[in-house]
């Protein structure tokens, strides 16, 4: 019997692996046709707010035939197309639809990782047996989500989720892309530099523009020698260079398996209205801030990888990454905001923010009698800590946050 499970897991081990990637475009779209039939057929337009000046998020293939575009005002949109049934985006809504892609995704891998609205990660290694090839599978996928939710999904396969993943935006008229294993190179040669998710920070962008590395074979060429690739792209040289090749480390992980491994914080905050007035910026910062700190405490841990999103009026996201190496709210903060001012590139409005914190790394936490060693900070979020545990983390605010509900 033990020889027959070693020799099972050689066999898969040496099967390479198999990632699917599912992307829905203008998912609010699908999600607002999902609950009312009668927008099946009509141009609709997802916009972040009814007002004038309020903006597209997502647009139906009937809409873009009208003329209008993401990121176009409402009061523009109006004008163009009166037809057009504008909508204002609902999140709870979208979350309901979220939830149900992933329950249909569960059927075909236990491995399945959300990535953003409409879109999901699905670790199928070792599945060839079940669906006698992963492009077979992914059409299997595909019609299931058509069938029984009415929701038409792109999908990549690749042998990790950065290849998957550039798959489904890679403009073709395939429904299901495959990448093979050792294709990587030869796949993304061609497309667009833009394309590599390491090209949306500032350091990589610009010398992308400087020097017209306008594909991805222009950056492969350019990473080949080192010496000169770690010149142009330093510090971002190792990322760039494993991005260009489609090389990707990183697991497919369900939920389940960050809540039983404790592994990541996700937290969002949501304006009262959009705004790009720092003083209420600097005061979701805060509240985000709060919120992570305190939760980091409860689980005595440090947080190795924290990444800030911004969620911007015109339906674009910038962020930042780094690392909070202190759990007290004054440490916490000063880690945000740092991450907020390298992320904030653009003059539009903010809707929303994220704070992603992964790789938790458990601290020692020395207590004695008369807490000594102790800073000022620390033994502040100390006493912050016990009214949240008897009142509610929104118990107790700091100053900076009251400027959000002016």
Known sequence: ???????????????????????????????????????????????????QNG?????????????????????LARKISPQTVLVTANPALY??????????????????????YGRFFLDMTG???????????????????ADQLNLTA??????????????????????????????ELHFLAPLHASILPIAREPGVLQPLRDLNLAVVRDVQELVSHTPLGQMVFNPFFRQVSAQARGVDTSLVLSPQWTHRNGRNLLERYTLPEETNDAARLRGGI???????????????????DVTLTLHYSDGYEDRASGRLPRPDTAGVTAGLLGLFRRANR?????????VAVRRLKPYARQLSLFAAGETRDQRVARQVDRIREKYGVGSILTAGQLCLED
Request: hydrophobic share 45%.
């Open 1 to 51: 019997m033990a020889a027959g499970v070693t020799n099972l897991a050689v066999m898969l081990s040496s099967q390479p692996a198999r990632v699917f990637h599912t992307r829905l475009k203008d998912f609010p779209v699908h999600a607002e046709r999902l609950q009312d039939a009668s927008l099946e057929s009509r141009a609709l337009a997802v916009v972040s707010s009814p007002r």
């Open 286 to 304: 805060q509240y985000l801030a709060d919120v992570v700190a305190y939760k980091l405490r409860r689980l005595q841990c440090l947080a190795e």
């Open 55 to 75: 903006t597209i998020l997502a647009l139906s293939r009937e809409a873009e035939q009208e003329g209008l575009r993401r990121q176009m005002r409402v009061s």
């Open 346 to 354: 653009r003059r539009n409005r903010v809707r929303a923010m994220t």
């Open 154 to 183: 792109r999908i990549g396969i690749g042998r990790n989720k950065l290849v998957a993943a550039i798959a489904t935006r890679v403009p073709t008229e395939a429904a299901v892309l495959t990448v093979p294993p050792g294709g």
């Open 127 to 145: 599945t060839e047996g079940l669906f006698s090839s992963s492009e077979r599978a992914g059409h299997m996928v595909r019609r299931d989500l």
């Open 95 to 116: 979350h309901k639809v979220q939830a149900l892609l992933y329950q249909r995704l569960t059927r075909y891998s236990p491995a399945v990782e959300a990535a953003g």
